[in-house]
């Protein structure tokens, strides 16, 4: 199966927006319910965590994450082991381990199996009693990326099996079935169905489920009212369940689950898989992308690329996307455009291959395509934004364009210089640097056009990006009117 550009947008978003909810709602874990006129802010997490950085949800997600991005199997042995190991190796330094998951990898001996583990996930539940924290289900999200084009029967199985590592109770695994199954749904189709999933536990425990999702998805539900015991799987999947169902944006459903309070990075994590997957990567604000970070070293960027690869079993497009080092417009690779903005000096406008001859003076870049892995040097910030230049191919058009004129002038006010690109400096590069013009810089919609017209040699701008910018504009006009 090939996934559509809006599907492997969804598919990013699973990972990307459960990394933003982990960091946005890591400064405010262990505290009360919010409300719902409340700023939210990335800060410094409890345990430590800088600004956008993510926590444990997210660190233990990644191992999963990467191997489905080299196109390995969770339902092998040796994937499981090979994720098992680098949790461990991970909770040596780990800000912040969950108790349950510390107390059952510390127990893991120095060489070990599969069954090593297990045993040691089963014996901690057999001799406390209770092993449903939320610790499985908050990492859950990138295990659906593996399965989008095999049976939901072996999805399943794969949850029930990467639960099991370190969370032994049933609840554990029925809530990262439902979960990981309901991901799957949401990134092939744009549906939320959660009760649609119950068929894949048993007759008894399916039953109990649906009971619980009744109460996630009751009118006028938030997760306040699942706050209590919320590092408990249940309750904080409903709490999660009830962050998305009654959002309006993907943003909405992951300040939603911060205002809950308590476990609010877990949840807010938990949430964010979901909603990722419901509305696209493309909806997470680049200025939270600008601002995440964390184990092993990665940000949002790598987070794209290994998202990517996961959905596509580990291979590249037919450009060499995400993994080449480099990427080249046919065409246009001896030519790159290289422009100055009509509105800004220190903004420049053009086209893909003019990263091949930066002026060292250029601070941050703002691509609007895709780009090779090694492209950018990394003493430059590269701001990567989800924009496909065909009509009724992106999820969030309006948004996406607004928002990466934004990014534009927020790089600006922080003083950097920046240059704009897409692939050829036609069409993507011209609608956004018009709307950078119109929106950040006063000028008239019509002669930001003309201008940007007279600044780009091949100024071809699609007529749907042409009218998703007039239409961010009149907006504008009405909020400020």
């Known amino acids: 199966m090939s996934l559509t550009s809006i599907q492997l ?27 719902d006129d409340t700023t939210l802010l990335f800060g410094q997490g409890a345990f430590g965590h800088g600004p956008g950085e993510w926590t444990d949800d997210t660190s233990m997600a990644i191992p999963i994450l990467d191997v489905l991005a080299r196109g390995d199997r969770l339902d092998d042995v040796v994937s499981r082991e090979e994720i098992a190991g680098r949790w461990i190796e991970w909770a040596r330094t780990a800000k912040d381990v969950g108790a349950q998951t510390r107390s059952v990898l510390s127990r893991v001996p120095a060489s070990f199996s599969e069954e090593d583990v297990r045993t040691a996930s089963r014996t901690l539940h057999e001799r406390t009693g209770r092993s449903a924290g939320n610790g499985a289900l908050m990492r ?108 309006a944006s993907l943003t909405d459903a992951v300040e939603r689950a911060v205002r809950g309070g308590n476990d609010t990075d877990t949840v807010a994590a938990i949430a964010g898989s979901l909603a990722g997957a419901l509305w696209g990567g493309s909806a997470v604000p ?41 990427l080249a417009q046919p065409g246009h690779a001896s030519r790159g455009t290289f422009e100055q ?13 003019a990263l091949d001859r930066l002026p060292i003076d250029i601070d941050a870049v703002v691509s609007l ?84 017209r007279g600044a780009l040699p091949e100024f071809a701008p699609q007529q749907f990006l042409r009218d998703a910018v007039s239409r961010i504009m009149n907006d504008q006009k009405k909020e400020t009117s």
Do not use: M
């Open 341 to 353: 903005h009509p509105h800004d000096d220190r903004v420049w406008i053009g086209s893909l291959a």
């Open 140 to 247: 859950t999200g990138p295990v659906a990326l593996g399965y989008l084009n095999r049976p939901v029967t072996d999805l399943a199985d794969a949850a029930r099996a990467v639960s099991e590592l370190t969370h032994w109770e049933a609840d554990s695994a029925s809530a990262c079935i439902i979960w990981s199954a309901a991901i799957r749904h949401a990134i092939l189709t744009g549906e939320l169905d959660v009760r649609g999933q119950l068929p894949l536990l048993r007759d008894s425990d399916a039953a109990r489920w649906s009971a619980l999702i009744d109460e996630a998805l009751a009118p006028g539900a938030h997760p306040r009212d699942f706050r209590q015991s919320n590092g408990w799987v249940v309750r904080a999947f409903q709490g999660a369940l009830a962050a998305v169902a009654g959002a």
């Open 369 to 452: 395509c895709r780009v090779g892995a090694a492209q950018l040097s990394e003493e430059v910030e590269s701001v990567q934004v989800w924009l496909i230049d065909q009509p009724a191919r992106n999820a969030n058009l309006d948004l996406v364009l607004a928002d990466a004129a934004d990014a534009v002038a927020a790089l600006r006010a922080e003083g950097k210089i920046v240059f704009l690109h897409c692939a050829e400096g036609r069409s993507r590069t011209a609608a956004v640097s018009t709307l950078y013009g119109a929106r950040h810089r006063g000028i008239p919609l019509h002669r930001a056009w003309d201008d940007i």
């Open 9 to 35: 947008d969804r598919a990013i978003g699973t990972v990307l927006a459960s990394a933003a909810g982990d960091a946005l709602g890591s400064q405010y874990e262990f505290g009360p319910a919010l409300p």
């Open 286 to 326: 680049l200025s939270w992308k600008r601002k995440l970070h964390g184990w092993p070293w990665y940000t949002a960027n790598d987070l794209v690329r290994q998202a990517a690869l996961a959905a596509r079993g580990g291979q590249a497009d037919g450009e060499g996307w995400p993994t080449a080092d480099r």
